[in-house]
């Protein structure tokens, strides 16, 4: 570690890599050097001077966030003078704060409390009139209240830097200095809620939070968020049983602090008004309440009597309950109903991808890789609305370590702005998958009617913002060509720069693409079910034509979409992509045939119009909702929501995590223990084995293959499967494939039960 | 939003002057030129201005309340802008100031009823060996008496 | 035009085509002169036109007299990226109104100055940052390029010497701050006036993030004559360490206000007395700002033996600054003096850093209760205080700016703010101002 620079702080010595800050030095070497606008991640400020240092041979204080290392310094961190400087910081701070901790969210957990209570005086000389101006709503989910802001500008960069969205801005100057949304009096943006968090005082209040609680009345658990597929871990607060707020502050599981507004806020869902409380019977044509040993009861004699009578069972998953349920529910369909009828709502084509990198070893991304490979390349995707978290990592990526990004996708995305290259597919989001595959060797035979006889609007290239005025010449159509090769400067994000002439028409931006690639170091694919089947393999294909190490995001929709298929909840395979041998319908086959009965754990097939068709067999329906498909239940169990029960779930890019029950649920069981209680009543308990979460992961982690991740890992952090190592070799069915492209603000037929986001104008913008 | 041939010819020229890719840098110039003929920063205006160089309303609004040359509203026919920092007020300044606001009846940033004189106290404008000092406008009016400034006023208004 | 008469005690290097009829026309100057040290300079090697600016000892004019050669040098010549030259006629510290008459009366010294500023560099295109306010100066100036360009001064090799350069007039829109150069960059690139961190320096990461020489207006403008005569002669005109002229901007309680051509190291009592004509009305000197605002106020004790350049100016812990001479007299209140000083900085600070935002507020609403009568004793060391607590602890000088000031009249004239508590009448209230005040009782 010759490389190392050392120095001195406070007597001590230190070592740190070049271009190290003193104050991230420090605190490596365990001393705090206090901050508030110096933000790990987020571009440097040097705003609010609570980071003075004394550097010998400096004449004087230098602020820490924005000093180097440099060999031999010596800097003291604790001189009567820096605490001096501390102190008349936190005095001119205070001076227009209106102190209204008692009222404050934030009391409790707030830096500017913290860092008086530490740093600062006891008194304030300060004995003029404040500057007030009234709270403000900016949406159903941030408030502002001006006069606490220390204007550390920390909710201006997250906004901007980390979420590509810009949406918060400093209007006016001097003392009059404001935050301002981008819409004059309200915002238009994520309402990911990042600006509330990372808010060192009481400044920015969620609406949902606000005035609830003290902090210090909550428990706090970590568990994972029940949408999309990101597997981002939210950490609830709750308090008499009630979840009062989400946040991630901790920066635990694959996300970091990253949460956006489902995560953070939709919640919301689990004590919406039409949750089911008891199990519903159908008595002369009506569904009625029941008791559970009623409702068990029925399941269980219906299922023995089919049974009995060699009657066809169908059972149909869920992408949303735990791997656990998941095993435990194929495992009752196939050894005790016997059948191979199974399957769920596939969103994104995995066995295809694992079938196509059969052999390769370590080609699935993980979130992480998406901040730290040097390219990535998006395919279809609306990466920003469909997977926050993997846009926020590979935006991450681009400012902290200039990665170049590509983006291929059917219409503008957020990546555009500091992409290398982006370029636009016609037509449906299909498109892409073809497109792409066209390029190795313009194998261009059954294409012909693809992209080069595309429409006017169809597949093009983007036109380029940089062009400047209308009438500016060149070709009128250019990739957009952003300042990824350039600074990761985040200006960039609103201001590409560093334009590059690109090829004027479509087959040779894509071919312009390629060789882009091929001059890459590493790349990450990610591609949403506009590539599936022979698409995929044609995907690999071309990326190993690339001649460089390519890893692979196949994306899916929901919080377990990718455990339900690892977890086989399909006829195709067993656990671990171990083809089945049998036959089995498909979820439309399931809804078709008229079987003796029909069981849908956590899934809403029905929900499409005319779908609502029952047929004459029973039905037994798992759900939190009266969905469309529970209302033609004979059977209405009702399930326990992610945030009510312990398991494990599995996120797109195939990490494990653990759910932790953080509120009881009122009359619902979790969808394990349900089926369980329907296999003891019919009494095959003892053949499935116990249904306690931990005992059935233990069974998977022994059994399914990629599963046998190391059990610590699970504890606190997030374990990658390793599912692949040989061909799954079984037919994939990828017409079966179909993603539900959920925005920000929808989340399938969870999303509709959400408060907050049916609440936000957003999503009446949305598509 | 239309404006005049003369402005939009300041437009072109002025996104022409600086590197490619940074239009941005017009955006001060371009604001105080537009205020100029539109009157104000109006909404329509913070619009067209960040369509035309590429960035935010968002952005605009930033730039635009950190000069105090920006108005959101319209000042008078006639701004006229009384210096009273410290050279102008070693010669008076602060008492011109409250003469004219005497005179006029109005305040700081306020406009006479008929909209044609508007007042703003204002901080060093850099005519401090010739002061007390006031703009008019544009145009610079140096050693400025109560007399004199009754005089201009009285000729300002006459003018319309 | 001129302003003011000029004296025979000037030494006319930089103003020395002021009051000729045509000034500002590049016929003129051509007819003086004009663009040969251009000429020369493009024959000479940048390290040359580096080492005769050093040899000069010309110093920053914009206040903070960092030596010009030096900061030339910082830039990176080999750097593939493009260079800019910027001028920074952002002129807004009280007390100052010297690159007003620069540019007014003659804008092609300015453009020669940088033109060679960019053969030194390496520099193709620049930029003049001209403060809103002076929206004259903006029409003077784009004149003078359109005049360059057309005469060939301007533009794609330049008189046959292969020299490409562009240059730009640029318009703020009112903000002192703007005047701090890495600000000057933010504003220039069309943001709001935040001065950026340094390091790095603008030399090495300026505007575009291009290396970038940013220099006041009146520094350029020392440029042509420095390489016309060489460097040895314009220091010679000056002190040691600091050479050449200063204009200098005399102001507030003098007779013959105006801008001077002075050489460095003239002397105070000389500046006031025959410069300037003396004080009005008989009185007597009570202090002095001698360059701009925001420079300590001296005495007219600490006056006394004083001249106008870097090290008499430091040796009075005070500084040469801008050249803003400020006067008052005996009559003057120095409450109100430093409250309405403190009001234009905390009207101007651009909010960023804690100390500078907060103080400049607190002090001016101080300064305003105090002076109005509403002081209490405890608030003469709490003014003190806080402008203690702000020096050398904000992001940026302006908060120095705001700090020296305070602390140097508290010190100074400590009598004057209990004089206040006592209930004495504020001298300046009552003196006779010369002028008409009775409207205002009516």
Same mark, same amino acid.
């Given at each position: 570690?010759?490389d190392?620079v050392?120095? /001195?702080?406070?007597?001590?010595?230190v070592?740190a890599?070049?271009g190290?800050l003193?104050?991230?030095?420090?605190?490596?070497?365990g001393?705090?050097?206090?901050a508030?606008?110096?933000?790990e991640?987020?571009?440097?400020q040097a705003a609010?001077?609570?980071?003075?240092v004394?550097?010998?041979k400096?004449p004087k204080?230098?602020?820490?966030?924005?000093?180097p290392v440099?060999?031999?310094?010596v800097?003291?961190t604790e001189?009567?003078e820096?605490?001096?400087?501390?102190k008349?910081?936190?005095?001119?701070?205070l001076?227009?704060?209106?102190?209204d901790?008692?009222v404050?969210?934030k009391?409790g957990?707030c830096?500017?409390?913290?860092?008086?209570?530490?740093y600062?005086?006891?008194e304030?000389?300060?004995?003029?009139?404040k500057v007030?101006?009234?709270?403000?709503?900016?949406s159903?989910?941030?408030?502002?209240?001006a006069?606490?802001?220390i204007l550390?500008y920390?909710c201006?960069?997250?906004?901007n830097?980390g979420?590509?969205v810009g949406a918060?801005?400093?209007?006016?100057?001097g003392v009059?200095?404001?935050?301002?949304?981008?819409?004059?009096?309200h915002l238009?943006?994520?309402e990911?809620?990042?600006?509330i968090d990372i808010?060192p005082?009481?400044?920015?209040?969620s609406?949902?939070?606000?005035?609830?609680t003290r902090?210090?009345e909550?428990t706090?658990v970590?568990t994972i968020?029940a949408?999309?597929?990101?597997?981002?871990r /939210?950490?609830l607060g709750t308090?008499?049983?009630?979840i009062?707020r989400?946040n991630?502050?901790d920066?635990s599981?694959?996300?970091?602090?990253?949460l956006?507004?489902?995560g953070?806020?939709?919640?919301d869902f689990y004590?919406h008004?039409?949750?089911?409380q008891a199990?519903l019977?159908?008595?002369?044509?009506k569904?009625?309440?029941v008791?559970w040993a009623?409702?068990?009861?029925?399941?269980?004699?219906?299922?023995n009597?089919t049974?009995? $009578?060699?009657?066809?069972?169908?059972?149909?998953g869920?992408?949303?309950? /735990?791997?656990?349920?998941n095993?435990?529910?194929?495992?009752?369909?196939?050894e005790?109903?016997?059948?191979?009828?199974?399957?769920?709502?596939?969103t994104?084509?995995?066995?295809?991808l694992?079938?196509?990198l059969?052999g390769?070893?370590?080609?699935?991304?993980?979130a992480?890789?998406l901040y730290?490979?040097?390219?990535?390349?998006?395919?279809?995707?609306?990466l920003?609305?469909e997977?926050?978290?993997?846009s926020?990592?590979a935006?991450?990526?681009?400012?902290h370590?200039q990665?170049?990004?590509?983006?291929v996708?059917?219409?503008?995305?957020r990546?555009d702005?500091y992409?290398?290259?982006s370029?636009?597919?016609?037509?449906?989001?299909a498109k892409v998958g073809g497109d792409?595959g066209v390029?190795?060797?313009?194998d261009?035979?059954?294409?012909?009617?693809?992209p080069?006889?595309a429409p006017?609007?169809?597949?093009?290239?983007?036109p380029?913002p940089n062009?400047?005025?209308?009438?500016a010449?060149?070709?009128r159509?250019?990739?957009?060509t952003g300042?990824?090769i350039?600074?990761g400067?985040p200006?960039g994000?609103c201001?590409?720069h560093?334009?590059?002439?690109?090829p004027?028409?479509?087959f040779?931006a894509?071919e312009?693409?390629?060789e882009r690639?091929?001059?890459?170091?590493?790349?990450v694919?990610?591609?949403?079910?506009?590539f599936k089947?022979?698409?995929?393999?044609r995907?690999?294909e071309y990326?190993?034509s690339?001649g460089i190490?390519?890893k692979?995001?196949?994306?899916?929709?929901?919080s377990?979409?990718?455990g339900a298929l690892d977890?086989a909840?399909?006829?195709?395979f067993?656990p671990?992509?171990?083809?089945s041998?049998?036959p089995?319908?498909?979820v439309?086959?399931?809804?078709a045939?008229k079987?003796?009965v029909l069981?849908v754990?956590? $899934?809403n097939?029905?929900?499409?119009?005319?779908?609502g068709?029952?047929?004459?067999g029973?039905?037994?329906?798992?759900d939190m909702?009266?969905t469309?498909?529970?209302?033609l239940?004979?059977?209405?169990?009702p399930a326990?929501c992610?945030?009510e029960k312990?398991?494990?779930v599995?996120?797109?890019?195939?990490?494990?995590?653990r759910?932790?029950?953080a509120v009881? $649920?009122?009359?619902a069981?979790p969808?394990l223990?349900i089926?369980?209680?329907?296999?003891?009543?019919?009494?095959?308990?003892?053949a499935l084995?116990?249904?306690l979460?931990?005992?059935?992961?233990e069974?998977?982690r022994?059994t399914v293959r990629?599963y046998?991740v190391?059990?610590p890992?699970?504890?606190f952090?997030?374990?990658q499967?390793?599912?692949?190592?040989g061909?799954?070799?079984s037919?994939t069915?990828p017409e079966?494939?179909?993603?539900?492209h959920?925005g920000?603000?929808d989340?399938g037929?969870?999303?509709?039960?959400?408060?907050?986001?049916n609440?936000?104008?957003e999503?009446?913008?949305?598509r | 939003?239309?404006?005049s041939?003369?402005?939009?010819?300041?437009?072109e020229k002025?996104?022409?002057s600086y590197p490619p890719?940074r239009?941005?840098s017009a955006l001060?110039?371009?604001?105080?030129?537009?205020q100029?003929?539109?009157?104000s920063?109006?909404?329509?205006l913070?619009?067209?201005?960040?369509?035309?160089?590429?960035?935010?309303?968002?952005q605009?609004?930033e730039?635009?309340?950190?000069?105090?040359?920006?108005?959101?509203k319209?000042?008078g026919?006639?701004h006229v802008q &009384?210096c009273t920092?410290?050279?102008?007020l070693?010669?008076?300044?602060d008492?011109?100031?409250?003469?004219?606001?005497?005179r006029?009846?109005?305040?700081n940033?306020e406009?006479t009823?008929d909209?044609q004189?508007s007042?703003e106290?204002?901080e060093?404008?850099?005519a401090?060996?010739?002061?007390?000092? &006031?703009?008019?406008?544009?145009?610079f009016?140096h050693?400025?008496?109560?007399e004199?400034?009754?005089?201009?006023?009285?000729s300002?208004?006459?003018?319309? | 035009?001129?302003y003011?008469e000029?004296?025979?005690?000037?030494?006319k290097v930089?103003?020395r085509r002021?009051?000729?009829?045509n000034?500002a026309?590049?016929?003129?100057y051509?007819?003086d002169q004009?663009?040969q040290?251009?000429?020369?300079?493009a024959?000479?090697?940048?390290?040359e036109?580096?080492? *005769?600016?050093?040899?000069?000892?010309?110093?920053?004019?914009?206040?903070?007299?960092?030596?010009?050669? !030096?900061?030339?040098?910082?830039v990176p010549?080999?750097s593939?990226?493009p260079k800019?030259?910027?001028?920074?006629?952002?002129?807004?510290?009280p007390?100052?109104c010297?690159?007003?008459v620069?540019?007014?009366?003659d804008?092609?010294q300015l453009?020669?100055?940088?033109?060679?500023?960019?053969l030194a560099?390496d520099?193709?295109a620049?930029?003049v940052?001209?403060r809103?306010?002076?929206?004259y100066?903006?029409?003077?100036?784009e004149?003078?390029?359109g005049?360059?360009?057309?005469?060939?001064w301007?533009g794609?090799?330049?008189?046959g010497?292969?020299?490409?350069?562009d240059l730009?007039?640029?318009?703020?829109?009112?903000?002192?701050?703007?005047g701090e150069e890495?600000?000057?960059?933010e504003?220039l690139e069309g943001?709001?006036?935040?001065?950026r961190?340094?390091?790095?320096f603008?030399a090495?990461v300026g505007?575009f993030?291009?290396?970038?020489v940013?220099?006041n207006v009146?520094?350029y403008?020392?440029v042509p004559?420095?390489?016309r005569?060489?460097?040895?002669?314009?220091?010679?005109?000056?002190?040691p360490?600091?050479?050449g002229?200063? !204009?200098?901007?005399?102001t507030g309680?003098?007779?013959?206000?105006?801008?001077?051509e002075?050489r460095l190291g003239?002397?105070?009592? *000389?500046m006031i007395?025959?410069v300037?004509g003396?004080i009005?009305?008989?009185?007597r000197l009570k202090a !002095?700002i001698?360059?701009?605002?925001?420079?300590?106020?001296?005495?007219?004790?600490e006056?006394e033996?004083?001249?106008m350049?870097?090290?008499?100016m430091?040796a009075?812990?005070?500084?040469?600054?801008?050249?803003?001479?400020i006067?008052?007299?005996?009559q003057?209140?120095?409450?109100?003096?430093l409250?309405?000083?403190?009001?234009?900085?905390a009207?101007?600070?651009?909010?960023w850093?804690?100390?500078?935002r907060e103080?400049t507020?607190?002090l001016r609403?101080?300064?305003?209760r105090?002076h109005?009568?509403?002081?209490t004793r405890s608030?003469?060391?709490?003014i003190?205080d806080?402008g203690?607590?702000m020096l050398g602890?904000?992001?940026?000088?302006?908060g120095?700016?705001?700090?020296?000031?305070t602390?140097?009249?508290?010190?100074k004239f400590r009598?004057?703010?209990?004089?206040?508590?006592?209930g004495?009448?504020c001298p300046?209230?009552?003196?006779?101002?010369?002028?008409?005040?009775l409207s205002l009782?009516?």
């Open positions: 570690m010759a190392l050392k120095l /001195t702080i406070d007597g001590k010595p070592q890599p070049p190290t003193v104050i991230d030095a420090a605190k490596t070497a001393m705090e050097i206090p508030f606008c110096y933000y991640g987020l571009t440097l609010c001077r609570m980071c003075l004394e550097v010998e400096m204080l230098m602020t820490a966030c924005t000093l440099a060999e031999g310094m800097v003291r001189t009567p820096v605490a001096a400087a501390r008349y910081m936190l005095e001119f701070l001076t227009n704060h209106p102190l901790c008692p404050c969210d009391g957990e830096e500017l409390q913290d860092m008086t209570f530490r600062g005086v006891g304030s000389r300060y004995t003029e009139e007030h101006t009234p709270e403000k709503q900016y159903p989910v941030v408030f502002f209240d006069p606490r802001c550390c920390r201006v960069r997250i906004c830097e979420l590509g918060l801005g400093v209007v006016y100057r009059g200095s404001e935050i301002a949304p981008n819409k004059g009096d238009e943006c994520d990911c809620g990042a600006c808010c005082v009481g400044a920015l209040t609406g949902i939070y606000r005035y609830k902090p210090w909550m706090h970590a968020c949408h999309c597929a990101d597997g981002c /939210t950490t308090r008499n049983n009630q009062i989400g991630n502050r920066r599981g694959v996300n970091g602090e990253f956006c507004i489902k953070r806020y939709a919640f004590d008004p039409e949750r089911l199990p019977m159908r008595v002369d044509g569904l009625e309440e008791s009623r409702a068990l009861e029925a399941v269980a004699q219906k299922f009597g049974l009995a $009578a060699g009657g066809s069972f169908g059972v149909i869920s992408n949303h309950t /735990t791997n656990e349920e095993y435990y529910l194929q495992k009752f369909a196939r005790v109903l016997k059948t191979n009828n199974i399957d769920h709502h596939r994104g084509d995995v066995a295809a694992l079938d196509a059969s390769k070893e370590a080609a699935l991304a993980t992480a890789d730290q490979r040097k390219a990535i390349l998006i395919l279809g995707a609306d920003a609305l997977h926050p978290l993997l926020f990592q935006r991450a990526n681009y400012r370590h990665a170049h990004l590509y983006a996708t059917p219409g503008p995305v990546e702005k992409s290398v290259v370029i636009r597919v016609g037509g449906p989001a792409l390029i190795p060797g313009r261009v035979g059954a294409v012909t009617t693809g080069g006889a006017v609007g169809g597949p093009g290239v983007v380029n062009a400047g005025a209308p009438s010449p060149g070709p159509w250019a990739p957009v300042p990824g350039a600074t400067d200006s994000f201001h590409p560093n334009v590059e002439a690109g004027g028409d479509y040779a894509l312009h693409l390629r690639l091929k001059a890459e170091p590493e790349l694919i990610v591609f949403d079910d506009s089947g022979q698409d995929i393999k995907l690999v990326a190993d690339l190490p390519v692979y995001i196949c994306l899916v929709d929901y377990n979409s990718r977890m909840l399909t006829p195709e067993l671990g992509y171990q083809p041998g049998q089995g319908m498909r439309d086959e399931m809804l045939a079987l003796d069981w754990v956590g $899934a097939p029905c929900k499409a119009p005319g779908a068709d029952r047929g004459p029973f039905v037994v329906v798992q909702f009266l469309e498909t529970a209302k239940a004979d059977v209405v169990l326990a992610a945030y312990n398991g494990t599995t996120n797109v890019t195939g990490e494990v995590q759910l932790k029950c009881g $649920a009122m009359g069981k969808d223990e089926m369980g209680f329907i296999a003891r009543e019919m009494g095959v308990a003892a084995g116990p249904w979460p931990d005992l059935v992961l069974e998977i022994a990629g046998d190391p059990a890992a699970l504890a952090g997030a374990a499967t390793r599912p692949v190592n061909r799954p070799s037919e069915r079966l494939v179909r993603s539900e959920n920000l603000f989340s037929t969870l999303g509709r039960y959400s408060r907050v986001l609440s936000v104008l999503k009446r913008l949305s | 939003m239309t404006f041939p003369q402005l939009e010819a300041r437009f002025l996104l022409k890719g239009q941005r001060v110039p371009m604001l105080l030129y537009a100029d003929e539109v009157g920063m109006t909404d329509e913070i619009d067209e201005v960040a369509q035309r160089v590429g960035v935010t309303p968002l605009v609004n730039v635009l309340s950190y000069y105090s040359m920006l108005h959101r319209p000042m026919k006639y &009384i920092n410290i050279s102008c070693l010669n008076d300044g008492k011109l100031w409250e003469h004219a606001c005497k006029l009846g109005i305040g940033k406009v009823p909209g004189v007042l106290e204002v060093c404008m850099g401090c060996s010739w002061a007390p000092a &006031i703009q008019v406008n544009y145009d009016h050693f400025i008496t109560p004199k400034l009754d005089q201009l006023l009285d300002l208004t006459k003018k319309q | 035009m001129l003011n000029p004296s025979p005690l000037e030494t930089l103003s002021f009051g000729a009829p000034s026309s590049i016929d003129t051509l007819a004009g663009y040290a251009f000429r020369k300079a024959g000479m090697k940048p390290e036109i580096i080492e *005769q600016v050093k040899i000069s000892n010309l110093r920053g004019r914009g206040g903070a007299g960092f030596p010009t050669g !030096m900061k030339w040098s910082f010549r080999t593939p990226k800019y030259i910027v001028v920074n006629g952002d002129e807004s510290e007390g100052t010297k690159d007003r620069l540019i007014e009366n804008p092609h453009i020669e100055g940088v033109l060679i500023a960019g560099v520099a193709h620049g930029y940052y001209i809103g306010e002076y929206r100066l903006i029409e003077v100036m004149k003078a390029i005049e360059a360009y057309a005469k060939g301007l794609k090799n330049i008189q010497t292969g020299f490409d350069f730009y007039a640029h318009s703020g829109a009112g903000a002192y701050e703007c890495s600000a000057l960059l504003s943001k709001r006036g935040i001065p961190i340094r390091p790095p603008p090495v505007a993030q291009c290396p970038t940013l220099n009146e520094t403008c020392a004559a420095i390489i005569d060489g460097g040895a002669a314009f220091a010679a005109l000056g002190v360490k600091a050479g002229t200063k !204009m200098t901007c005399l309680n003098i007779n013959k206000p105006g801008v001077y002075l003239f002397p105070v009592a *000389q007395e025959e300037g003396g009005p009305r008989g009185r !002095m001698p360059g701009g605002s925001s420079c300590p106020v001296l005495t007219a004790k006056c033996g004083a001249t350049d870097y090290d008499s430091s009075r812990k005070t500084m040469l600054g801008s050249g803003g001479v006067v008052m007299d005996d003057t209140c120095m409450v109100k003096a409250m309405r000083i403190i009001r234009f900085y009207h101007e600070s651009c909010g850093c804690i100390p500078c103080g507020t607190w609403k101080i300064l305003v105090f109005e009568g509403g002081g608030d003469i060391d709490l003190g806080i203690k607590n602890r904000t992001f940026c000088p302006l120095d700016a705001a700090a020296m000031p602390i140097s009249f508290v010190e009598e004057e703010f209990e004089d206040h508590l006592a004495k009448p300046y209230e009552h003196a006779d101002h010369g002028i008409e005040v009782s009516r």
